[in-house]
């Protein structure tokens, strides 16, 4: 069975700190990691999936096979990044749902 | 950009009662939907994946006989909470995936909807 681990429900860094929200994922075949945010009371949406190798907002994520992690990094964190922070899997394609991990509250202390 | 609506955005109901959760994709078709469970303070819950014209896949420990999915139309999938319980109370999101050749595997989600069965 997958699984995704946040190991850490609240993260409190000042603005201008560099960020690393930690995720780890358990699976057997070749996943498709994402990480979703939600900022207070809107929904859930995409932040950035490791297929793209991009960067949102200035955050950047590296999937690591060996390590099986996907953590989320920013060097120069803002207020406006206060945010609930998701970690994904998806084991198929398209028509795959998305295991989530529990998440990680983000606040940004000016 | 994609949209995805879900009503009601909450409803309270008797124990007993049956609740209809509607979630819409407004400006895209999507042949696929999701819909997840959300406990208060924790993760979201893959219920089930609904796929238009076909039965809805649920997920390991997931009643299909109560918890109903009907995705009659590329637009609209619902879900249908049946003898509802107090239990059953928690945030239901939905998802779904355009029908476009670039951008199947992305998920739009809903805003939620919180149900409270008394």
């Known amino acids: 069975a997958q699984r995704v681990t946040q190991p850490e429900k609240l993260l409190s860094v000042f603005k201008g700190a560099p960020v690393e929200l930690k995720c780890n994922y358990s699976?057997?075949?070749?996943?498709?990691l994402f990480w979703y945010v939600q900022y207070s009371r809107q929904r859930l949406q995409l932040l950035l999936r490791?297929?793209s190798r991009e960067s949102i907002k200035g955050f950047t994520a590296d999937l690591n096979k060996g390590e099986t992690s996907f953590h989320l990094k920013k060097p120069f964190a803002q207020e406006e990044d206060s945010a609930m922070y998701y970690c994904?899997?998806?084991?198929?394609?398209?028509?795959?749902?998305?295991?989530f991990g529990k998440g990680t509250h983000l606040i940004i202390q000016p | 950009g994609a949209v995805v609506s879900q009503h009601p955005s909450w409803v309270i109901c008797k124990s007993g009662t049956s609740v209809k959760i509607e979630c819409r994709s407004l400006d895209f078709q999507a042949t696929t939907m999701f819909w997840y469970r959300q406990f208060p303070k924790q993760s979201l819950m893959l219920m089930a994946t609904?796929?238009?014209?076909?039965?809805?896949?649920?997920e390991q420990g997931v009643e299909k006989d109560k918890f109903l999915i009907n995705h009659a139309s590329l637009t609209l999938s619902t879900l249908t909470v049946t003898s509802a319980h107090p239990e059953d109370s928690s945030f239901y999101i939905c998802?779904?995936?355009?029908?476009?050749?670039?951008?199947?595997?992305?998920?739009?989600f809903g805003p939620g909807t919180r149900l409270t069965v008394l």
């Open positions: 609904s796929n238009e014209g076909s039965k809805a896949t649920y």
């Open positions: 994904a899997l998806r084991s198929g394609g398209g028509a795959d749902g998305l295991t």
């Open positions: 998802s779904a995936s355009p029908l476009t050749e670039t951008s199947t595997d992305t998920q739009y």
């Open positions: 490791h297929i």
């Open positions: 699976y057997s075949g070749s996943p498709e």
